[in-house]
């Protein structure tokens, strides 16, 4: 029996990158998984490719579509999951997006685009999944994803930054909220992860004249990382299944770094 069976777990942003591995790492340890995105038909094949290690674990999958940004979409999310699954016990509010600019080229649409997507879209999803938690009745767990630019700022991604500082507060406001109510809420702030977002971030920044050659931002990042290496999103996968798992029930509140040693903390 894996570490997550019987539970049911929703992961959004979930079609690419660290939220397709953390939901495979759920189904792994027998969770019931629904991999949301609002790319719907990228996250249906990534259920559909995922459905033998579901059957293998026991677990069940589905996929859902969603504006993460949407309240009523969110809320259609959840009635998803609970009309599949029974019951909601764990919520990844993952999905997030970035658009390097210069700082002082940064746009109020560009800061719009990512606070909307990574700052009200962690909102609403938090307050949507206490809500099913509290109708249930039951105890639930809300895992946010942060950065390492949620405890510095960066140069060419101010808004970025200004989001993932906003997820920390959201996580300790929702975890002082929520107690009385037997809901953790944590998160958890990947470093430099070798991921699609990641190629499309150093597209940009070429774009920008931040860098001069594909690959030299990740370069230069990875020097400042004690381990030597950047992450690949298995990585992250072993802290996100004991967010998930009764392991850590008796925390709440935090955020746990995951960078390799590039931000001491």
């Given at each position: 029996?894996?570490?997550?069976?019987?539970?049911?777990?929703?992961?959004?942003?979930?079609?690419?990158?660290?939220?397709?591995?953390?939901?495979?790492?759920?189904?792994?340890?027998?969770?019931?998984?629904?991999?949301?995105?609002?790319?719907?038909?990228?996250?249906a094949?990534?259920?559909?490719?995922?459905?033998?290690?579901?059957?293998?674990s026991?677990?069940?999958?589905?996929?859902?579509?969603v504006?993460?940004?949407?309240?009523?979409?969110?809320r259609?999310l959840?009635?998803?999951?609970?009309?599949?699954?029974?019951?909601?016990d764990?919520?990844?509010n993952?999905?997030?997006?970035?658009?390097?600019?210069?700082?002082l080229?940064?746009?109020?649409?560009?800061?719009?685009?990512?606070?909307?997507?990574?700052?009200?879209?962690c909102?609403?999803?938090?307050?949507?999944?206490?809500?099913?938690f509290?109708r249930?009745?039951?105890?639930?767990?809300?895992?946010?994803?942060a950065?390492?630019?949620?405890?510095?700022?960066?140069?060419?991604?101010?808004?970025?930054?200004?989001?993932?500082?906003?997820?920390?507060?959201?996580?300790?406001?929702?975890?002082r909220?929520?107690?009385?109510?037997?809901?953790?809420?944590?998160?958890?702030?990947?470093?430099?992860?070798?991921?699609?977002?990641?190629?499309?971030?150093?597209?940009?920044?070429?774009?920008?004249?931040?860098?001069?050659?594909?690959?030299?931002?990740m370069d230069?990042?990875?020097?400042?990382?004690?381990?030597?290496?950047?992450?690949?999103?298995?990585?992250?996968?072993?802290?996100?299944?004991?967010?998930?798992?009764?392991?850590?029930?008796?925390?709440?509140?935090?955020?746990?770094?995951?960078?390799?040693?590039?931000?001491?903390?």
């Amino acid at each position: 029996m894996g570490r997550l069976t019987g539970r049911s777990c929703i992961v959004t942003g979930a079609a690419r990158g660290i939220g397709r591995a953390i939901g495979e790492a759920l189904l792994d340890e027998g969770a019931d998984v629904c991999f949301a995105d609002i790319n719907g038909d990228l996250v249906a094949k990534v259920v559909e490719a995922n459905a033998g290690r579901a059957d293998q674990s026991g677990g069940r999958v589905i996929w859902a579509a969603v504006d993460v940004a949407e309240r009523e979409q969110v809320r259609a999310l959840i009635d998803k999951a609970v009309d599949a699954f029974g019951k909601i016990d764990v919520k990844f509010n993952n999905a997030g997006v970035n658009k390097p600019m210069n700082f002082l080229d940064v746009t109020e649409e560009n800061w719009e685009f990512i606070m909307r997507i990574n700052g009200l879209g962690c909102l609403i999803g938090m307050q949507e999944a206490a809500k099913q938690f509290i109708r249930q009745g039951t105890p639930g767990k809300i895992i946010n994803t942060a950065s390492i630019a949620s405890r510095q700022g960066f140069d060419n991604v101010a808004p970025y930054c200004a989001s993932k500082f906003g997820v920390v507060a959201l996580t300790q406001s929702g975890a002082r909220d929520l107690a009385k109510h037997d809901i953790t809420v944590t998160g958890f702030a990947p470093g430099v992860v070798a991921t699609e977002m990641w190629e499309e971030v150093d597209r940009t920044l070429m774009e920008i004249g931040a860098s001069e050659k594909p690959g030299q931002a990740m370069d230069e990042f990875s020097s400042e990382i004690l381990k030597g290496r950047v992450a690949k999103p298995e990585d992250i996968t072993g802290t996100t299944t004991f967010l998930a798992s009764k392991d850590s029930d008796y925390m709440t509140g935090q955020i746990v770094m995951i960078d390799g040693g590039m931000t001491l903390v």
